[in-house]
């Protein structure tokens, strides 16, 4: 069995910018590319292997007919989404919905996520939760557009990583490269998108009701309870264990011996080069490649230098 390596699919965005070409090497379409989405299996644009037995397989695909490649993992859908971000300019702020107001509004899950900073200028800051205590109080600060009031606003720097449950009211600053790790959705609610014209002269769909509905009320700030496992010069960052997906970061130096700890392995190379060795087999790992360890690959190695964002799915 080999990892599964998957092209990426670039979004353009508003707010996006080049450095997935300058940093990361892609060969990007515009200079207005805001998102990679780097493992996929959603319709809005899902991820297909580029080697192995699969090759041209979509991730949606093989979720439905080689259930086996997940350990036979259940669901409808693949359910997770890594994705790389360039805010060269503001994100929306938005809140999405829980799984069960998403399936029934939407026909889609929910969208808890979670945020690696990949690099931040300085400056640079996030909305991340709101000051109304009561959801009326939200309603009326929305309204009234009393933005200073009701947003709460956190400097970030390289390396930060933070929780984003469904129903935080968030926002990505401009100068911020983040990889998300998220429930396989594209359900956002837009607040408030700092009156905003696209090329147009179009402003974006605000949804005011839905956000007043969904948003969590007061505000909670997720406790990381973040470990590290050392192994030789390399090692092994928690950051998040959740029903949805669990989240490490790999930092390699020299060597890293890993063993699987879920049905599969998702694996993105954030930052420097080096190699996956899978059965004695090396694969080339570079910033921006990303690949599936399927079921069937129980232990593998990375050498080189690198950090790697990986995540498996929930319980
Ligand atoms: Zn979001």
Same mark, same amino acid.
């Given at each position: 069995?080999?990892?599964? +390596?998957?092209?990426?699919?670039?979004?353009?965005?508003?707010?996006?910018?080049?450095?997935?070409?300058?940093? +990361?090497?892609?060969?990007?379409?515009?200079?207005?590319?805001?998102?990679?989405?780097?493992?996929?299996?959603?319709?809005?644009?899902? !991820? $297909?292997?580029?080697?192995?037995?699969?090759?041209?397989? @979509?991730?949606?695909?093989?979720?439905?007919?080689?259930?086996?490649?997940?350990?036979?993992?259940?669901?409808?859908?693949?359910?997770?989404?890594?994705?790389?971000?360039?805010?060269?300019?503001?994100?929306?702020?938005?809140?999405?919905?829980?799984?069960?107001? *998403?399936?029934?509004?939407?026909?889609?899950? *929910?969208? /808890?996520?979670?945020?690696?900073?990949?690099?931040?200028?300085?400056? !640079?800051?996030?909305?991340?939760?709101?000051?109304?205590?009561?959801?009326?109080?939200?309603?009326?600060?929305?309204?009234?557009?009393?933005? &200073?009031?009701?947003?709460?606003?956190?400097?970030?720097? @390289?390396?930060?990583?933070?929780?984003?449950?469904?129903?935080?009211?968030?926002? $990505?600053?401009?100068?911020?490269?983040?990889?998300?790790?998220?429930?396989?959705?594209? /359900?956002?609610?837009?607040?408030?998108?700092?009156?905003?014209?696209?090329?147009?002269?179009?402003?974006?769909?605000?949804?005011?009701?839905?956000?007043? &509905?969904?948003?969590?009320?007061?505000? $909670? !700030?997720?406790?990381?309870?973040?470990?590290?496992?050392?192994?030789?010069?390399?090692?092994?960052?928690?950051?998040?264990?959740? &029903? +949805?997906?669990?989240?490490?970061?790999?930092?390699?130096?020299?060597?890293?011996?890993?063993?699987?700890?879920?049905?599969?392995?998702?694996?993105?190379?954030?930052? *420097?080069? *080096?190699?996956?060795?899978?059965? &004695?087999?090396?694969?080339?790992?570079?910033?921006?490649?990303?690949?599936?360890?399927?079921?069937?690959?129980?232990?593998?190695?990375?050498?080189?230098?690198?950090? $790697?964002?990986?995540?498996?799915?929930?319980?």
């Amino acid at each position: 069995m080999e990892p599964l +390596f998957l092209q990426p699919v670039f979004q353009e965005k508003i707010w996006g910018g080049n450095q997935l070409h300058t940093i +990361f090497g892609f060969d990007i379409p515009n200079e207005k590319i805001g998102e990679d989405w780097a493992i996929s299996g959603h319709p809005h644009g899902v !991820s $297909i292997v580029e080697n192995g037995p699969y090759k041209g397989w @979509k991730v949606s695909d093989l979720w439905t007919e080689h259930r086996e490649l997940f350990g036979h993992a259940k669901g409808d859908v693949f359910p997770l989404l890594t994705k790389i971000l360039d805010a060269e300019d503001d994100l929306s702020v938005q809140v999405h919905p829980d799984d069960s107001y *998403g399936l029934e509004h939407e026909g889609e899950l *929910g969208k /808890t996520e979670c945020w690696y900073i990949i690099n931040a200028k300085p400056g !640079s800051e996030i909305v991340y939760g709101h000051n109304a205590k009561t959801r009326e109080e939200l309603a009326e600060m929305i309204k009234e557009e009393r933005w &200073d009031d009701l947003l709460r606003r956190v400097p970030v720097k @390289k390396g930060d990583f933070f929780y984003v449950p469904s129903g935080t009211i968030h926002a $990505i600053g401009k100068g911020i490269m983040i990889l998300e790790t998220q429930q396989s959705s594209d /359900t956002t609610y837009r607040v408030y998108d700092y009156d905003r014209k696209d090329d147009q002269g179009n402003t974006r769909e605000l949804h005011i009701q839905q956000s007043i &509905d969904v948003t969590t009320v007061p505000a $909670i !700030s997720p406790e990381l309870e973040v470990s590290e496992s050392k192994k030789g010069k390399s090692s092994v960052v928690t950051y998040l264990k959740t &029903d +949805f997906f669990n989240v490490y970061e790999w930092d390699v130096v020299g060597e890293l011996s890993l063993k699987k700890t879920g049905d599969y392995t998702l694996v993105t190379v954030i930052e *420097g080069y *080096g190699n996956l060795i899978v059965n &004695d087999q090396s694969y080339e790992m570079k910033p921006g490649t990303s690949c599936i360890l399927p079921a069937q690959i129980t232990e593998w190695k990375v050498e080189g230098e690198m950090k $790697i964002i990986a995540s498996t799915p929930g319980e």
